[in-house]
């Protein structure tokens, strides 16, 4: 962005950093934000190909953290209704439900109802299909409960996740501050030159 006025250089980088941290939010709702994310970076990076600091290193650092995030949210919230006594179709159950939860409720609560729904999703959809399994009550309870936990516990990494993403990309396109021009060097005034002249003189 180096033909661009500082000023303008400035506002087109912070108003892209906050769409980032609004694409963000969308990890709420089940949806693939951090890789949203990564696939607008690319853009920035089509649209200004002389950003040099979007280097490989960069790309391979960004892509990380991206499966990271996939993978602690998949994860945690299998490896807690696992450790509360869920079932496998327990556990996909609780997965489709938060999905499901999320996108109903996202309208409530300036969209944090996604959030909500997400959690009640998780703890519905894990619960009623223990008990379509047959199973007591008692041990669907506890497998809803660890489907819930794990959800909110992967749902917070993922987030986690996409904002190192974010803070990454934000230093890297964050325009910088153009060089000042050396001042030119203090010229002495006549009298001052007079008594050097002398002390050279003398010397």
Not at 66 to 92: D, F, P
Not at 137 to 152: P, T, Y
Not at 155 to 175: D, E, F, H
Request: hydrophobic content about 60%; proline content about 6%.
């Amino acid at each position: 962005m180096e033909f661009l006025p500082f000023s303008l250089s400035y506002a087109l980088a912070g108003a892209f950093i906050t769409l980032l941290a609004f694409v963000l939010l969308l990890n709420i709702f089940g949806l693939p934000a951090n890789w949203l994310l990564l696939g607008l970076v690319a853009l920035w990076k089509l649209v200004h190909p002389d950003a040099a600091a979007l280097d490989t290193w960069f790309w391979v650092m960004m892509a990380a953290l991206a499966l990271l995030g996939e993978g602690l949210e998949l994860g945690l919230q299998v490896l807690k209704a696992r450790r509360y006594g869920s079932s496998s179709s327990g556990t996909w159950a609780g997965m489709l439900g938060a999905i499901a939860g999320a996108i109903l409720l996202a309208p409530l609560f300036f969209g944090l109802g996604a959030l909500i729904g997400a959690l009640a999703g998780a703890w519905i959809g894990c619960f009623v299909m223990e008990m379509i399994n047959n199973r007591p009550l008692k041990e669907a309870l506890d497998a809803a409960f660890g489907a819930m936990v794990g959800r909110f516990l992967g749902t917070v990494c993922k987030i986690g996740a996409g904002g190192v993403m974010i803070a990454l990309t934000a230093r890297r396109i964050w325009p910088q501050a153009p060089a000042l021009a050396p001042l030119p060097p203090e010229t002495p005034d006549a009298p001052a030159q007079v008594v050097l002249l002398l002390l050279q003189g003398l010397c």
